[in-house]
């Protein structure tokens, strides 16, 4: 029997980590823009799930890259 694997932890689902409000601000504060300049991405986005998210919250996206090495997307949760 196969043993059940976790969405976030499958190799093709980049790494989500949550960011603290002192990192959020800091984010807001560097690129000088709001919440809402931010793309969004569903609190039911099953990459998600083991974030413990509510609405308003940031989550940073790190994928690995071939030619760039790693690329970090921010997304606003909604």
Request: glycine share 6%; charged share 30%.
């Amino acid at each position: 029997m196969a043993t059940k694997l976790k969405v976030g932890e499958h190799i093709l689902v980049p790494k989500h980590i949550k960011l603290s409000d002192k990192e959020k601000a800091e984010l807001l504060t560097r690129y000088s823009i709001t919440e809402n300049d931010l793309p969004r991405i569903s609190i039911k986005d099953a990459a998600l799930g083991a974030l413990n998210l509510k609405p308003g919250d940031v989550v940073r996206i790190e994928r690995t890259s071939i030619t760039a090495g790693s690329s970090t997307f921010y997304r606003r949760v909604t």
